[in-house]
């Protein structure tokens, strides 16, 4: 989540779910919150009745969300950045930002380098565009004074890394002490740059772009920055509606920068909500299944020169010398000393050699593509189910046919167990295992709002069936046991692997650490000399001196006492913010934590996320560097500069700051930057067997987004199966406009053919004014709507939705384009 | 034991149909078919043998910046139906057998050891809830949880809504509630909200109502329902007064004919 990441300066929601009771107003867009999270909605509808909060809802589809809301905008697919841009541009040109926030708690005064040149004045491109390498170099993004490029690449600028490092590598950077101008005036400070190039982000442009009236936004535009402010706060709920663009993370940055605007972060009733679309999908990124952090977002090491080496280059390389990344190494030394015992040495760098080096793009669509070609033996297939629920359904049920063995773990016989029916030509070996569901096992899982919670286990799994843990331990103690004595097995050898059984209390204790003399409360008792260790640092302190992942005795206005959220159950993050710099709360009505100065402490309804005992008026001691280095005014601790950006000086791979560009595949031009059509720096991976439409395409005239129903999860493995859930959405069908309908003559009900340069699927056609045709840039566009559920097997079948989707990278986080491309519709004959 | 009952608010309801599987999943209902209606998101319909709750889809075009809860306007209106546990209850009155009873929790249930499948009750709902399992043939509907209750545990979909929108406890006090909210939605602007509860018909009110925004009618709700056994005494006097007609009638043919012959002789 480099977006709200490179930001504040963690990849997480802000907030929590319960906290949306207290907003006074609430932007909804690229999420149907009420349909894919109908529990945490609640609070969405308690803010309603509580206050009378006003609830916005900004999507192409009118739906479950759309109904409950005040307000619903539908927009064209993919143009959400014009819409924030508008909403930012409205916030200054109204003077509706919080000044008395922003000059103190962001780098609106920071002065920039003479030599950065915005999209304004490249035509849709930021200075240090390389049209050879394909990729910005963002040097002239930094600071005024900042040291420029010192060694090599910057953090988080590198070719193979992936997005989810980024998260930490912009705050790596040494952004030594650059030149500020409170009065704002500076022609180069941060804000005056912003104000110039959000300038052309008018109503009228989300008139001609998004399709939505100049005056709706406006009203709407109105309400929500007039919830904000010393009185007030208003929140933003997103969800894979954004993310999964092309320009994905600049539109989450955009929603960031608005919320640093306004004032709303870090405080009751205001953040952004990340609403992750699985069980533990923040878990999965705290305690990574991607392939280029460690956990708790540690930078996963190169394989080149100039961080392949030693312990002390990688530190030197990833550890910010103000802030909290000053404290890396601690976090490092720990992890390898959890992952290899006793092995792990001071001689020896703890065993640093032994991790793997990233040698290229081993994301999840670069190893599909290299299975594609032949150059993948097998693969471990648990969870997940990509022969439906992935982009290009049909390239990557190919590939499985180029392994030569493949192990599927899941609940049910998914369709990725069961490609080969349908595939010529497949030697594939399919090992089928079957997994225990979450009431059949123990551990937790971090929900969308960085909470862990501990599921006991309820009954028996059935027959054979055994959860990942066991499987992992098993196939490790395999692996260990077949280990040579070869190099290459050296890792294998060293690896710590005494684990009992199935037992997930162990691996949480693992996690939260110890030292070599008993327990540690936290990751600040962490250290870099070998006695102690840690499996993932953020989560450290959830076993302090119990599992509080298990506790259920809520408590106060955040109910802490149930379950534990990371750091150190923390429930808003940067709540120093939600005090003026002199440690006084906003107001009576906002108030979070607080500086107390009897107690010399600070205090309030949340654990602060702060040096307790630091003042507010403390002035930094830079000769001691970390944390103690930052001022007592200064919220986003892990940021080396203390304030949010507003500016991302270093760390994003598409730009500073965000700019409109069109989907891969749109039939309209970029109104916005004419000469640059779509995300310069995302990467198509256009091949036969990849192909886009062209841009126009008279092939493919409308609009295609994709989404999920309440009623089913995902690929459908876990409802398509259950009759309960299958009978209330049994068949796969389009939403289209009454408009649509009529133009290709089609009436509800009837079979339609949706086809893209990919693919051709059927599905029903359901006529509805849901679905709403728009006016953008002089042309009607029809929109097309489509949840992806279906597949083979089940009781319920259907075809592959994501069989039209392309396989495409965006450049941050390298997610693929599902919610905007462009297909055709035709009655089936 | 109190009466308890259910109060279903309409401008809560999001549409998840929580209530809809966490009712089959509690009580072991069987699908219903797994047939696409191409009606809204509604594939489940109607109330009915399989269906015990039901999540109703209440469609009129939507209209920009006019969501659900806009004064004045109404665009998708979601609302979980369920057995209305009348006070006067057409299906227990209907039954020969004596298998629908009234628990001591005020609510109608069937009991399906006893249940002979004659399928009088199922014309004799004015809410055409209950219904006959075809593969069955016994009537089902709606237990009111009776086997939670007992156990002190509020019913299933009540207790699987997340939005507070079906509320389960004291009939009395729910009906005060009710009365509340719609006090409250009409400060708020929303002057169609009313609270659907007939108690000035025969059916002679309901254990689950319904606040609602508009025509009754758009939920399934008549204005005016009606117990078919009311009718009773006028269908016997009705029956009673035709029978004589009859009888008259033939006599006096008779006599008309006997006078007709004698006429001609």
């Given at each position: ?54 609830i916005i809802h900004v999507d192409p589809r009118f739906n479950r969300t759309s109904a409950m809301a005040d307000y619903w905008l539908p927009l ?718 089940g009781l319920v079948t259907g075809d592959v939705v994501n069989d039209l989707l392309a396989i495409s990278e965006e450049p941050n986080v390298r ?15 | ?265």
């Amino acid at each position: 989540m480099p977006g709200l990441g490179t930001t504040f300066g963690r990849g997480g929601a802000t907030t929590a779910q319960q906290d949306l009771a207290n907003a006074d107003a609430i932007l909804i867009m690229g999420s149907s919150m009420a349909e894919n999270h109908p529990v945490g909605f609640q609070w969405v509808i308690e803010a309603r009745e509580k206050s009378g909060a006003k609830i916005i809802h900004v999507d192409p589809r009118f739906n479950r969300t759309s109904a409950m809301a005040d307000y619903w905008l539908p927009l064209r697919a993919g143009s959400d950045i014009v819409f924030l841009g508008a909403m930012i541009n409205y916030t200054l040109a109204n003077d509706r930002w919080f000044r008395d926030y922003v000059i103190p708690y962001t780098n609106a005064s920071t002065i920039l380098r003479e030599d950065f040149v915005d999209t304004e004045d490249l035509g849709g491109l930021f200075s240090g565009w390389d049209p050879e390498k394909k990729q910005y170099d963002s040097e002239t993004w930094l600071y005024d004074g900042a040291s420029a490029k010192s060694e090599g690449t910057q953090p988080g600028m590198h070719e193979n890394s992936g997005g989810h490092g980024k998260d930490r590598s912009g705050e790596a950077q040494n952004l030594d002490h650059p030149r500020r101008d409170e009065t704002l005036q500076h022609p180069r400070c941060v804000f005056q740059v912003m104000k110039r190039h959000f300038a052309r982000y008018t109503p009228r442009m989300v008139e001609e772009v998004c399709g939505i009236p100049a005056e709706r936004f406006i009203e709407v535009a109105d309400i929500f920055t007039a919830a904000s402010g010393r009185e007030k706060t208003a929140a933003i709920c997103y969800a894979v509606g954004w993310t999964q663009h092309s320009t994905g993370v600049q539109t989450i940055r955009a929603a960031a920068i608005l919320q640093l605007l306004l004032g709303n972060i870090g405080r009751p009733g205001g953040g952004i909500m990340a609403l992750r679309g699985h069980a533990s999908i923040q878990g999965s990124t705290d305690i990574p299944t991607l392939y280029d952090i460690l956990p708790g977002y540690l930078p996963m090491p190169m394989h080149d020169a100039e961080s392949a080496g030693d312990l002390a280059a990688y530190i030197k390389k990833n550890r910010s010398p103000k802030g909290w990344w000053y404290n890396l190494d601690k976090y490092i030394v720990s992890l390898l000393k959890a992952y290899y015992g006793d092995a792990a040495t001071p001689e020896n760098d703890f065993g640093f050699e032994w991790l793997p080096r990233l040698t290229g793009d081993h994301s999840y669509f670069g190893y599909w593509l290299d299975m594609a070609d032949g150059a993948l033996e097998g693969l471990f297939v648990m969870g997940q189910n990509p022969a439906v629920g992935s982009p290009n359904g049909k390239l990557e049920r190919k590939a499985l046919t180029k392994l030569k063995w493949l192990v599927v773990r899941d609940l049910v016989e998914t369709e990725t167990a069961t490609f080969w029916k349908k595939e010529e030509d497949c030697d594939t070996e399919v090992f089928f295992f079957p997994a225990a569901s979450h009431v059949e096992k123990a551990g937790t899982f971090t929900n969308t709002q960085r909470m862990l919670q501990w599921r006991e286990q309820a009954v028996e799994p059935p027959g054979e069936a055994r959860s990942e843990l066991s499987f992992m331990i098993e196939l490790g103690k395999m692996m260990k046991a077949r280990a040579t004595e070869l190099n290459r097995d050296a890792p294998l050898r060293a690896l710590a692997w005494d684990y009992a059984d199935d037992d997930a209390d162990q691996v949480l204790r693992e996690i939260h650490g110890k030292s070599r003399d008993g327990a540690i409360k936290h990751f600040g008792e962490l250290k870099n000399d070998g006695s102690t260790s840690c499996g993932c640092w953020i989560y450290s302190g959830v076993y302090d001196g119990e599992n509080k992942a298990l506790k259920r005795e809520p408590r106060g206005r955040y109910g802490h006492g149930w379950g534990y959220a990371w750091p150190l159950d923390r429930r808003i993050l940067y709540n120093r913010a939600s005090a003026a710099p002199d440690g006084t709360p906003w107001s009576e009505r906002k108030k979070l934590v607080w500086w107390d100065e009897a107690k010399g402490e600070w205090g309030g309804d949340d654990i602060p996320d702060f040096t307790r005992g630091k003042r507010p008026d403390f002035a930094g001691d830079e000769s001691r560097g970390g944390d103690e280095a930052l001022r007592g005014d200064a919220p986003f601790i892990m940021h080396p500069d203390g304030v949010g950006w507003l500016w991302v000086a270093s760390g994003l791979k598409d730009g500073p700051l965000p700019s409109h560009y069109e989907p891969l595949e749109s039939n309209l031009p970029n109104a916005v930057h004419p000469r640059q059509q779509s995300n310069p720096a995302s990467n198509r991976m256009e091949r036969p067997d990849n192909a886009y439409a062209s841009s126009p395409d008279a092939r493919f005239p409308y609009v295609l987004t994709t989404y999920r129903l309440t009623e089913h999860h995902t690929s459908g493995a876990m409802s398509r199966t259950l009759s309960h859930l299958a009978e209330l959405q049994p068949e796969l069908f389009a939403e289209i406009s009454p408009e649509l309908a009529k133009e290709v003559g089609v009436a509800n009900g009837d079979v339609i053919k949706i086809s893209s340069a990919r693919a051709e699927i059927e599905a029903r056609a359901l006529v509805t004014g849901r679905m709403p045709s728009l006016d953008v840039q002089g042309r009607r566009v029809h929109q097309v709507g489509l949840p992806y559920h279906f597949g083979g097997n089940g009781l319920v079948t259907g075809d592959v939705v994501n069989d039209l989707l392309a396989i495409s990278e965006e450049p941050n986080v390298r997610i693929m384009e599902a919610k905007a491309l462009t297909c055709d519709v035709r009655r089936k004959c | 034991m109190t009466t308890t009952g259910f109060l279903t608010d309409s401008t809560l309801c999001i549409g998840c149909k929580a209530c809809e599987v966490a009712c089959k999943e509690w009580n072991d209902v069987p699908d219903d078919g797994f047939l696409w209606s191409g009606l809204s998101y509604d594939n489940t319909l109607t109330l009915g043998a399989s269906s015990w709750r039901h999540v109703k889809f209440v469609e009129h075009q939507p209209r920009t910046g006019c969501g659900g809860n806009a004064p004045g306007h109404s665009t998708w209106q979601f609302s979980s139906d369920v057995c209305k546990h009348c006070g006067n209850a057409g299906c227990l009155e209907a039954c020969p057998t004596g298998s629908i009873v009234r628990t001591e929790f005020g609510s109608v249930y069937v009991q399906p050891d006893v249940c002979n499948g004659c399928g009088y009750c199922v014309v004799a709902c004015p809410f055409g809830v209950i219904d006959r399992r075809p593969d069955d043939g016994r009537a089902f509907k709606c237990t009111f949880c009776y086997d939670r209750q007992k156990a002190g545990m509020e019913p299933a979909c009540a207790k699987a809504c997340p939005t507070g929108s079906i509320l389960f406890g004291d009939l009395d006090k729910l009906q005060r509630r009710g009365e509340e909210r719609v006090e409250q939605l009409h400060a708020a602007g929303m002057d169609d909200a009313s609270l659907y509860n007939p108690t000035d018909t025969s059916v002679g009110g309901i254990h689950a109502m319904f606040l609602i925004r508009g025509d009754s009618r758009a939920y399934n709700l008549p204005p005016k329902p009606e117990v078919p056994t009311t009718l009773l005494p006028r269908a016997w006097t009705a029956a009673g007064i035709g029978a004589a007609a009859m009888v008259i009638g033939s006599l006096a043919a008779f006599a008309m004919c006997g006078s007709g012959r004698s006429a001609k002789r």
